[in-house]
């Protein structure tokens, strides 16, 4: 299973794509993280692709609704596709 996750908040600079990589890893999810530009209206957003279970990935977004210790989540919004890219780790992306 394959879902692409956009999350919003207080999510940069504060180790939330570091959170995300160490989540994905303890749940042996594959896949990717990395910030999205910001404005004056969106100050924060992380996008993320995880590749694996359905339950698995569905853990990990409970775990990413927490965040870090000085994240503040306000909103997650998750597309799920069957068909599954071909990730063989999980990697930040810069």
Do not use: C
């Not at 299973?1 to 939330?16: C, E, K, N, P």
């Not at 870090?68 to 990730?87: C, G, H, N, R, Y």
């Amino acid at each position: 299973m394959f879902a692409h996750i956009i999350v919003s908040g207080f999510v940069q600079g504060v180790g939330y794509r570091y959170f995300v990589k160490k989540t994905a890893k303890n749940l042996n999810l594959n896949g990717w993280v990395k910030n999205l530009p910001t404005d004056k209206i969106v100050k924060g957003r992380v996008e993320i692709a995880l590749v694996g279970s359905k339950e698995q990935i569905e853990e990990a977004i409970k775990i990413f609704r927490k965040g870090p210790f000085l994240a503040d989540v306000k909103d997650i919004k998750t597309e799920w596709e069957d068909k599954t890219p071909d990730l063989n780790s999980f990697e930040i992306i810069v």
